[in-house]
């Protein structure tokens, strides 16, 4: 099922785990490779959501070069759409 399904990030690749074991075993373990935070489901998207709103925002206050900084804040929506069309889209509901 699609709720039991649980991704993440691990340097620069998207990892996959089952619910009850990323529970068990990563929720408590942060690392420079492991973010913790999962890149699907509620927490996910909501984060994906605010850093898209921050990103339009400073491309209209901010002037000149510093508007290309905020484009590095589109690396986690990338990781989600990665995470969507790779894995969750196959999963059942």
């Known amino acids: 099922m699609r709720d039991d399904l649980v991704t993440t990030s691990l340097f620069f690749e998207v990892v996959l785990y089952h619910e009850e074991c990323y529970a068990r075993d990563l929720k408590g373990a942060k690392t420079f490779s492991l973010d913790n935070q999962p890149i699907n489901g509620i927490s996910g998207n909501f984060g994906v959501v605010i ?10 206050v901010a002037d000149g070069g510093s508007k290309f900084v905020s484009l590095l804040a589109i690396i986690p929506l990338i990781y989600r759409v990665y995470s969507y069309f790779a894995y969750e889209r196959y999963v059942e509901k």
């Open 51 to 60: 850093l898209l709103i921050f990103v339009f925002v400073w491309m209209i």
